[in-house]
Structure formats: structure tokens, C-alpha cells
């Protein structure tokens, strides 16, 4: 004799790693912003180099579903540009989209094989540069913002994504 035994259907709620995320945890970081106000939000900052009143830190960005590193450039206690190093799991759909609900559609795209390089050029007085991959699935791989002007007594300016870009 065979008996079937039946049980109740259990369902959850599963979100995507990413979804608690929120570009306005990046707003902080943005050209302008006074640097004693990060200090005070973030007590994880790495000096990584000081030539002058230029200064290079590295933060991270933690919640309790990802962490990644914050690259800040610094000129006079003030963010000249960032380079955020994002985690591989989150979605590309759902971040690109997001970088187009806050700056409207992206000035320049381009692909290269796998790989998409989105650009949003001065919104705010900022440049926003966007870098996304796809294998299996697609994810984030950089998000970059710059001042459009840098401050004239700076010198040359090199924005952080020109140091770490290993792609076009």
C-alpha cells in the first residue's frame, strides 16, 4: 500500500543581493562634499596617498548583504571624483536602472565583446561613468563620478578612474 502524504505549500520572500541597495548611500561621496562630513560617517578610511593638499582614501560601503570599497579623491578637503569598486552579485539590470531614474538616459554607451561602458556627462556638474559585464549573468563592475571642472589652483588632475580603468 502506498501512502501520499501532502503538505501545506511553504513560500518566503527571497530578495536579490542587492535590493536594499540605494544610490543615495553614495551621495555623500559626491564632488563638493566636505570631507570632515565622510570622516564623521565613516570611520573605516585608509589613507592610500597624500601628495600635497591631494588625498586619495579609501572607504567601504557595508550593509549587512555587501561591502566594497570607496576610492575618494580629495583636493582641499573637498571630493574632487570617486572610483566604487561594486560587488560582482549585484544585478546590472536593477543598478543601471536606477543610475537612469536619478540622471535621466546616458549621454554615451558603448559595448566591447562582453562588457558595456555607459557615460552621463554634466549632470549636477558631475561626469558619471558606469561599467558593466556580462558571462552567465550581468553585474556591475565600476561606478565612477567626477567634478566636470576641477579647481584651477589644483594642477594636473587625474581622475581615480584613470589610475583603476583596465578597460576602455
Known amino acids: 500500500m502506498i501512502t501520499l502524504a501532502l503538505s501545506p505549500m511553504v513560500s518566503g520572500k527571497v530578495d536579490a543581493p542587492n ?3 540605494s544610490l543615495d548611500q553614495l551621495n555623500q ?9 565622510i570622516d564623521k560617517n565613516n570611520k573605516n578610511g585608509e ?3 597624500q601628495r600635497g593638499e591631494r588625498a586619495v582614501i579609501k572607504y ?8 566594497f570599497p570607496i576610492f575618494v579623491q580629495f583636493y582641499q578637503g573637498k571630493v574632487i571624483d570617486y572610483y566604487a569598486r561594486l560587488p560582482q552579485y549585484f544585478l ?7 543610475l537612469i531614474n536619478r540622471f535621466g538616459k546616458q549621454n554615451k554607451y558603448f559595448k566591447k565583446e562582453e ?4 557615460e552621463w556627462e554634466n549632470k549636477d556638474n558631475m561626469k558619471i561613468v558606469y561599467h558593466g559585464a ?6 556591475p563592475i565600476y561606478l565612477a563620478v567626477m567634478t566636470v571642472q ?9 581622475p581615480l578612474i584613470e589610475t583603476f580603468r583596465t578597460t576602455p
Request: contains cysteine.
Open 60 to 67: 567601504y560601503v557595508a550593509h549587512l548583504r555587501y561591502k
Open 134 to 139: 556580462c558571462t552567465i549573468t550581468c553585474f
Open 92 to 98: 546590472h539590470d536593477v543598478f543601471h536602472q536606477s
Open 115 to 118: 562588457s558595456a561602458h555607459y
Open 150 to 158: 576641477a579647481p584651477p589652483d589644483m594642477g594636473s588632475y587625474r
Open 19 to 21: 535590493y536594499n541597495f
Open 47 to 49: 589613507l592610500i596617498e
Open 29 to 37: 561621496f559626491k564632488p563638493g562634499s566636505p570631507k570632515d562630513e
